[in-house]
């Protein structure tokens, strides 16, 4: 695969997207560059900004498995990994898979349950296998984590533990489109029945296993300049140094940024990278992994601001 046919994988892929996900560009665009990037991608947003949508219409444009779970309070980590169970007929105990063994998988709502399920998922996203009774079952390489969750209800909700949060690439915030987009939204439902589902549409799929592993090693081709690792180190190194940062992120952080960079620069058709992929992404691979100082949480500063900031004090380089 070269980069024209790679480009042409994605437009085709975002305009299947596009048929049942209007306003959300950016977003669609980021979630590619995340599944080409080999990594999971966390959604956040109020009730009814098409995460569920958009993470469904995603799957469906992939010739891969697809599953979901729907977390809640009372799930237990074997609800989602499996369990091994006894078989009366054989006389031995038998694996019942969880959800968890897909390519695709939807968490949706994952902060809804307790730390010990999410945790269950520690492993799978890490390592891309889980571990049951003893004995350890490959996920493949395909595997991708869509998780969603609701930033306004808090009562029973848990927080997502600073190192599961680590496992996500992008976490990505969808806000309502605006007034045109929304007006687009309504004028393609109205002819629809009340209640339909918005997601069963006619997509094809466009991303088979094949054209995910070619896209992947076409990125893996890519290679950054010393100057482009040097500016991404030194945005890095600025979070843990920053006075408005209570923890900045890791060199995990600073690794998934480059894959990141490397998919964005293939996605725009360039065989390079260039500053501005690094900026472009910078927030959405490190809003989740930097935890705030007293005083950037006293004055109302936003890890979005403090990043911004950052970047702003960062020489580019040219």
Request: with cysteine.
């Amino acid at each position: 695969m070269n980069l024209d046919t790679f480009r042409e994988v994605i437009e085709t892929a975002r305009t299947e997207i596009g048929k049942v996900v209007h306003g959300q560009d950016e977003i669609v665009t980021s979630l590619l560059v995340s599944v080409f990037a080999r990594g999971h991608c966390l959604l956040e947003g109020p009730p009814g900004t098409a995460k569920t949508l958009l993470a469904k219409t995603l799957s469906r444009t992939m010739d891969l498995d697809f599953g979901r779970v729907q977390f809640t309070p009372d799930l237990m980590p074997g609800d989602v990994l499996g369990s091994n169970i006894f078989n009366f007929q054989s006389g031995a105990f038998q694996l019942t898979r969880g959800p968890v063994f897909t390519d695709v998988l939807l968490a949706d709502e994952i902060n809804r349950a307790p730390p010990k399920t999410q945790s269950a998922l520690l492993q799978a996203m890490s390592e891309r296998q889980v571990t049951i009774d003893g004995e350890t079952y490959p996920l493949g390489d395909n595997f991708f984590v869509l998780a969603t969750q609701n930033p306004i209800e808090q009562q029973g909700t848990y927080p997502l533990p600073e190192a599961q949060l680590d496992r996500f690439l992008f976490k990505l915030i969808l806000d309502f489109p605006d007034r045109e987009a929304e007006l687009e939204i309504l004028s393609r439902n109205r002819n629809k029945p009340v209640g339909a589902d918005h997601s069963a549409g006619d997509i094809a799929k466009t991303i088979s296993g094949e054209t995910l592993a070619a896209g992947r090693a076409l990125i893996d081709a890519i290679r950054l300049d010393d100057t482009i690792l040097a500016y991404i180190l030194d945005l890095v190194r600025a979070t843990r140094n920053d006075p408005e940062v209570r923890h900045g992120v890791s060199t995990r952080a600073a690794d998934a940024l480059a894959a990141a960079v490397r998919a964005k620069a293939a996605i725009e058709g360039r065989d390079y990278a260039i500053p501005d992929d690094v900026q472009a992404l910078l927030i959405p691979t490190m809003r989740h992994r930097i935890v705030l100082g007293p005083t950037a949480e006293i004055e109302g500063r936003t890890a979005e601001d403090v990043l911004g900031a950052i970047l702003n004090r960062i020489n580019a380089p040219r």
